[in-house]
């Protein structure tokens, strides 16, 4: 039936999460309104990432971070498709936040506990961006080992919400969105609606998107990716 679905069903089987995570899980399912959302109506799923993700330097993917409103020209096509008006927030980004006021037709739901890990590691180290190689070497150096589980804690619950939605808006270079979107398929056994603003779900063959570490293009470094 396809890579994709292969893949699909791979990612579900690897993902299955503990049960201390899926406590974990439940409880932010309820704190977001998710599990109320998810219930009473279509909801779409969009993850914009900022942060050390951005940026033409050669340390970085070369994938162009954009505003809000560049996703929310394909969250109104799906709400116009499905009647969706309610959207699950996937960010790094205070600001991306802050922009959600822009769109009172929407109700966004985020969850702060994945923002919070974020800003503490902020704080402690006095930075603006967070690049993460850098900053998971400097929490074990510093024995802050609990840094680390936490945001590895935080970001796969925070997938695995994502993954809930029934539509999705996002950018195919990351992974934690193909990750999600890969789930939501192996879940339903069918390919949810999404909108990718960059490239297809698999960008190889000839089909360029941003840069890898290396600074190359990625259709001759990625090929692993599908």
Known sequence: MGWF?????LQQFLWRPS?????????????????????????????VRQGDACGDDPLFRGRACMPLSNFMKYADKLRNQSGAST????????????????????????????????????????LTTLYWD???????????????????DTSIIEMMMLSKAHHFVGQSTSNFFRTALELKSAECDCMP??????????FDFAVKAGKNVYNHDSTSEHKWLC
């Not at 936040?97 to 969850?111: A, D, G, Q, R």
């Not at 929490?139 to 589980?149: E, G, K, P, Q």
């Not at 609606?193 to 698999?202: Q, V």
Request: hydrophobic share 40%; glycine share 2%; with cysteine.
């Open 193 to 202: 609606a999404f909108y990718s603003l960059d490239a297809p779900w698999c």
């Open 87 to 126: 959207i699950y927030l996937a960010t790094d980004s205070q600001a991306i936040l802050k922009e959600t006021s822009k769109y009172p037709e929407y109700t966004f739901l985020h969850w702060p506990d994945s923002m919070a890990i974020k800003e503490k590691m902020r704080s402690e180290w006095n």
């Open 19 to 47: 049960s201390r995570l899926q406590a974990k899980f439940d409880d932010a399912m309820k704190v977001t309104g998710l599990a109320d959302a998810l219930e009473n109506g279509n909801v779409i799923g969009m993850h």
């Open 5 to 9: 679905r292969y893949m699909t069903q």
């Open 134 to 152: 850098w900053q998971f070497h400097q929490n074990i150096a510093t024995n802050h080992w609990d840094y680390n589980r936490e945001t590895a």
